[in-house]
């Protein structure tokens, strides 16, 4: 079993590998769903990483139909990423009518050269997620991560299914989306997946010990710092052993 932690800071990238994460998906801002990291990130995480990394490639929040501009900035990331060291890169385009943009994929692969690569929950926003299959696989994607176009992937498990069955050996189905110790068996079991994905994030305090509560650097509390929980991710990896 594949276990794919994603976090978004160096700080949750030593407690993933030591909680028994196989693989790092690198981001910035979880809270939106991931976006890119920035290539300090990038650059020290290939410096610490015991375990594959790869860099989500997505320009800003919200949906997959994405501008020239919007591509002209994916592929200098891809190279970013190249360079860092990172050893893959998650993609995902779509288009206006909600089917996989072959085009503008298949310049992100050529961008990847030999990079790995994973199709991310793009696919959970298509209107024929077999087509959407077909195509992931015609790209040479290792693999898609999805929740089985559901909210979560534990209440995807019948498409999930359907998925693994669908691409057989050709496309490793990750199944993500509120994955934690209390479902993950039930999905494994349900779906026959073999990668899973979370971010096991909790928050901790501030190490500060003095500092003015009256101005705040946006709308979230400033002295709560999102992290990934040892304890989260061990408990997933101890139950897929």
């Known amino acids: ?58 320009p800003r929040q919200g949906d997959f139909l994405f501008s020239d501009d919007d591509m002209a900035q994916m592929v200098d990331d891809i190279a970013a990423a190249r360079h860092a060291g990172l050893q893959g890169v998650v993609i995902g385009c779509l288009t206006a009518n909600g089917h ?53 992937a534990d209440k995807g498990t019948d498409v999930l299914r359907e998925m693994v069955d669908y691409c057989g050996n050709r496309l490793s189905i990750m199944a993500g989306a509120g994955v934690n110790a209390a479902n993950v068996s039930q999905i494994v079991n349900a779906t026959g997946v073999r990668e899973v994905h979370l971010s096991g994030k909790t928050l901790r305090p501030s190490y500060m010990t003095n500092y003015s509560t009256a101005a705040t650097m946006g709308g979230v509390d400033d002295f709560a710092i999102p992290v990934t929980d040892h304890g989260k991710i061990a408990a997933v990896a101890t139950l897929l052993k």
């Not at 993933?16 to 981001?27: P, Y």
């Open 1 to 58: 079993m594949e276990i794919e932690v994603c976090i978004d800071n160096l700080e949750s990238l030593h407690t993933a590998q030591q909680a028994g994460a196989t693989r790092i998906e690198l981001c910035a801002s979880l809270e939106v769903g991931g976006i890119t990291p920035s290539f300090g990130l990038m650059k020290q995480a290939a410096r610490h990483a015991t375990i594959p990394v790869y860099a989500m490639i997505r």
């Open 100 to 152: 996989i943009d072959m085009a503008q994929c298949r310049q992100l692969v050529d961008a990847a050269n030999g990079m790995g690569i994973t199709f991310h929950r793009a696919i959970d926003q298509c209107v024929d997620f077999r087509a959407a299959l077909d195509d992931i696989m015609a790209l040479g994607c290792e693999r898609v991560l999805t929740s089985g176009l559901a909210v979560s």
